[in-house]
């Protein structure tokens, strides 16, 4: 399919986005296994939920066009998920491995601010006002995952600082 307008773009990325989430929903119950730190383990458990969602806020984005949002892998954070899968299998058990993971959820959150912040605008020039309103609601979500995992990352990684030499 060929994208010639902001339309077709608008769509496009809104599947790229349908399929990130579904993508994370998957990934995120492993991130929260993996996490040793009790805090990080809620906050992604939390942010499960929270994804859950927002694949409910994207089904009713896709209602209101009239369209269906199958069709598309998001393969750019195929890629995001697996390089986190990768870390988390070289890192050890701990608060090492905790602050990859944090390192790991934050490339998540930084990957979809980006695509929300763009279908929310395009949202805005087509004149769909309700979508658009739809769309930054995840996003500010997502903001707030992001600087949530900001301040857990400072206790995380200051334990993991001491196992420098352990
Ligand atoms: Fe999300």
Redesign the pocket.
Known sequence: MSVSSVEELFLDELKD?YS??QQ?TKSLPKMAKASTSEELKAAFEE?LN??KG??ERLDRVFEILGKGPRGKTCVGMKGVLEEGAEVLEEAEEGPVRDAALISAAQR??HY?MAG?GSVRDYAKLLGQNEIATLLEE?LG??KA?DKKLNSIAKSVNSSAMKMAHA
């Open positions: 986005l990130a989430e994370i942010h929270e994804t927002q694949i998540v959150e979809e929300y995840t979500e997502e995952a």
